[in-house]
């Protein structure tokens, strides 16, 4: 059982949460949420927070528990202040810029300019070699920048390629001359 899940979710002041069957959903300043509930969990308002509980003993409430009280929350954190990941693109000839808010142009060194429409919710904000991506659902964020990621991963002789900001990429020594 989850002891995140015992604690009731603080809802901050400005965001309005509410519960219809088995759908929960949250408005805030930076947009609504909506999702779908594990039948095996039920979601309560209460006055001290939201209440997520299991309805059953079973293994499979038990371990929905916890991944529905973190759904929850990350719910209600990206209505109130939103979440952002930040790409770095490093190579000769490697760019990207953002067309009309709507599609990301990437120059990665292909024969061709490779193209990606960017999800309803996002801002996308394109510096010299900075990707700025943000929006108030978790799930949507991050699963953007792991498709931008994925079109040129860091390669680990020169680091040329697309890597978050902050993340580590082991160098490996090329051949030795002679």
Known sequence: MSRLAKRPIAIPPKTEVSVSG???SVKGPKGTL??????????KVTPEGVQVTAMSKSIEARA????????VRNMIRGVTEGFQKKLLIEGVGYKW????GKILNLSLGFSH???????????VMAEKNTLA??????????QFAANVRALKKPE??????????GEVVRR???????
């Open 22 to 24: 088995n759908s929960f």
């Open 34 to 43: 909506a999702r779908p509930m594990h039948r095996a969990i039920a979601v």
């Open 64 to 71: 929905a528990l916890g991944t529905c009280a973190a759904h």
């Open 97 to 100: 810029d953002v067309q009309g």
């Open 113 to 123: 300019p490779v193209k990606l429409s960017i999800p309803d919710g996002l801002a």
């Open 133 to 142: 991506i943000s929006g108030a659902d978790k799930e949507t964020v991050g």
């Open 156 to 165: 680990p002789y020169k680091g040329k390629g697309i890597r978050y900001e």
């Open 172 to 178: 490996k020594q090329g051949k030795k001359a002679a």
